[in-house]
């Protein structure tokens, strides 16, 4: 069974294109992959058989051999520090929520820099 690397996939449309070890591009069909399997990042090792399609080289019966390491979670911050944080935005909140409850909406400024860390933080939760 020929080697290669994903180049890219587009789990949107179902299709991608893995370069062979031996300097080919092979097409890859969201059909060749495992079932369950999550879509094949950019850069992760696959095994997998050749078969002529209407357009050149199809890949056949993917087998993913070691998936990329998520950068995110490389970067991730440890989880005693994410609760620290988690917790300091829980008080910010709650000052922004009384302050609904009164009928006002926070300072652009005050409302721009929670939106801020809202976002940081849900970042830092899904890598």
Known sequence: MPTGKVKWFDTERGFGFIAAEDGDEVFLH???????????????????????????????????????PSVAKARRRPADEMAIIVEDLIKELDGVGNGLRRG???????ATTVATVLRAVADELEA
């Open 30 to 68: 969201a059909s060749a992959l495992p079932a369950g399997a999550p879509a094949p990042k950019p850069g992760a090792r696959v095994d997998f058989g050749v078969a002529d399609g209407k357009r050149g080289p199809q890949a056949l019966a993917v087998k993913l051999l070691d998936p990329v």
């Open 104 to 110: 006002r909406f926070p300072e652009k400024p005050k």
